[in-house]
């Protein structure tokens, strides 16, 4: 079984093309949603972002989301600190997860691949990409927050232009319908390449 990995900048769209590898069969792993159970549901994780950022990253044993953003996000040194409690427990988590399953490949949704120098975790990976202004209005309608803020979350990311030649395939998803052809093309010779003997 191969592993997957799919990632692409905030907006880029790339929780949409997850769905629809799902509804090809393909088995995905959404890594937001994990780290946010774990960061709910670990002792240890819980702890360790206590000690990192002190006792209001809980309200009522419940992750105080509003209060993690407001401080990681104006602080790249803190978001890395963050990122290595989290991002180790999600990878445990998600190989356990995928060594369940029995198909050909599966899928990890994920962020930061290429921001935390993280391709080589996976057989191959897959870039969702889209210009600049559509992510930027896509996340502004879908989160209700104004430019400024979105701008911040997009500075820490890299841009798409150097990601593009460390990414096995990239899918620009601008258009549903040729999206949506272009990921059961990409379903078919994934299949292939995780099933070959060679």
């Not at 953003?69 to 990122?83: G, R, T």
């Not at 989290?86 to 399953?101: G, I, M, N, S, T």
């Not at 997009?154 to 395939?169: H, R, S, T, V, W």
């Amino acid at each position: 079984m191969k592993i997957v990995g799919l990632t692409g900048g905030i907006g880029s769209g790339k929780s949409t093309v997850a769905e629809m590898f799902r509804e090809l069969k393909v088995p995905v792993y959404d890594s937001d949603e994990e780290a946010k159970r774990l960061m709910n549901s670990s002792e240890e994780v819980k702890d360790a972002i206590i000690a990192l950022l002190g006792k209001n990253a809980y309200r009522d044993n419940v992750l105080n989301r509003s209060f993690i953003a407001e401080k990681v996000f104006k602080d790249p040194e803190l978001l890395k600190k963050l990122n290595a409690i989290v991002h180790p427990a999600v990878r445990e988590h998600f190989l356990e997860w995928a060594q369940k399953k029995s198909v050909p490949y599966v899928i990890q949704e994920t962020a930061l691949i290429f921001e935390n120098g993280a391709q080589d975790k996976y057989d191959f990976t897959i870039l969702i990409t889209a210009p600049k202004e559509m992510r930027l209005q896509r996340v502004m309608d879908r989160d209700g927050v104004g430019e400024q803020q979105v701008v911040q979350r997009m500075e820490n990311q890299i841009e798409d232009n150097k990601k593009i030649p460390l990414a096995d395939f990239c899918i620009e998803n601008v258009d549903l319908e040729t999206t949506k052809q272009t990921v059961k093309d990409l379903h078919t010779k994934l299949v292939a390449l995780s099933t070959s003997k060679f």
